[in-house]
């Protein structure tokens, strides 16, 4: 049985196999779009603010 996933960024259904080698996306064009938006800072993981040894003193 093969799973079937949503692409994340057209939602298009995909199959997970290793024969699809841009799994979870559906296609290199959707691939890169994702890439693209990382690197314009459209995502960002939660952090929080680093401690500066300023306020530490």
Not at 1 to 6: A, G, P, Q, R
Not at 30 to 41: F, N, P, R
């Amino acid at each position: 049985m093969t799973t079937v996933v949503e692409c994340p960024t057209c939602a298009a259904k995909v199959a997970w196999k290793p024969e699809n080698k841009f799994r979870p996306f559906c296609s290199e064009r959707c691939k890169k779009i994702d890439l693209g938006a990382w690197a314009e800072e459209k995502y960002a993981i939660p952090a929080a603010p680093p401690k500066d040894a300023i306020d530490e003193e």
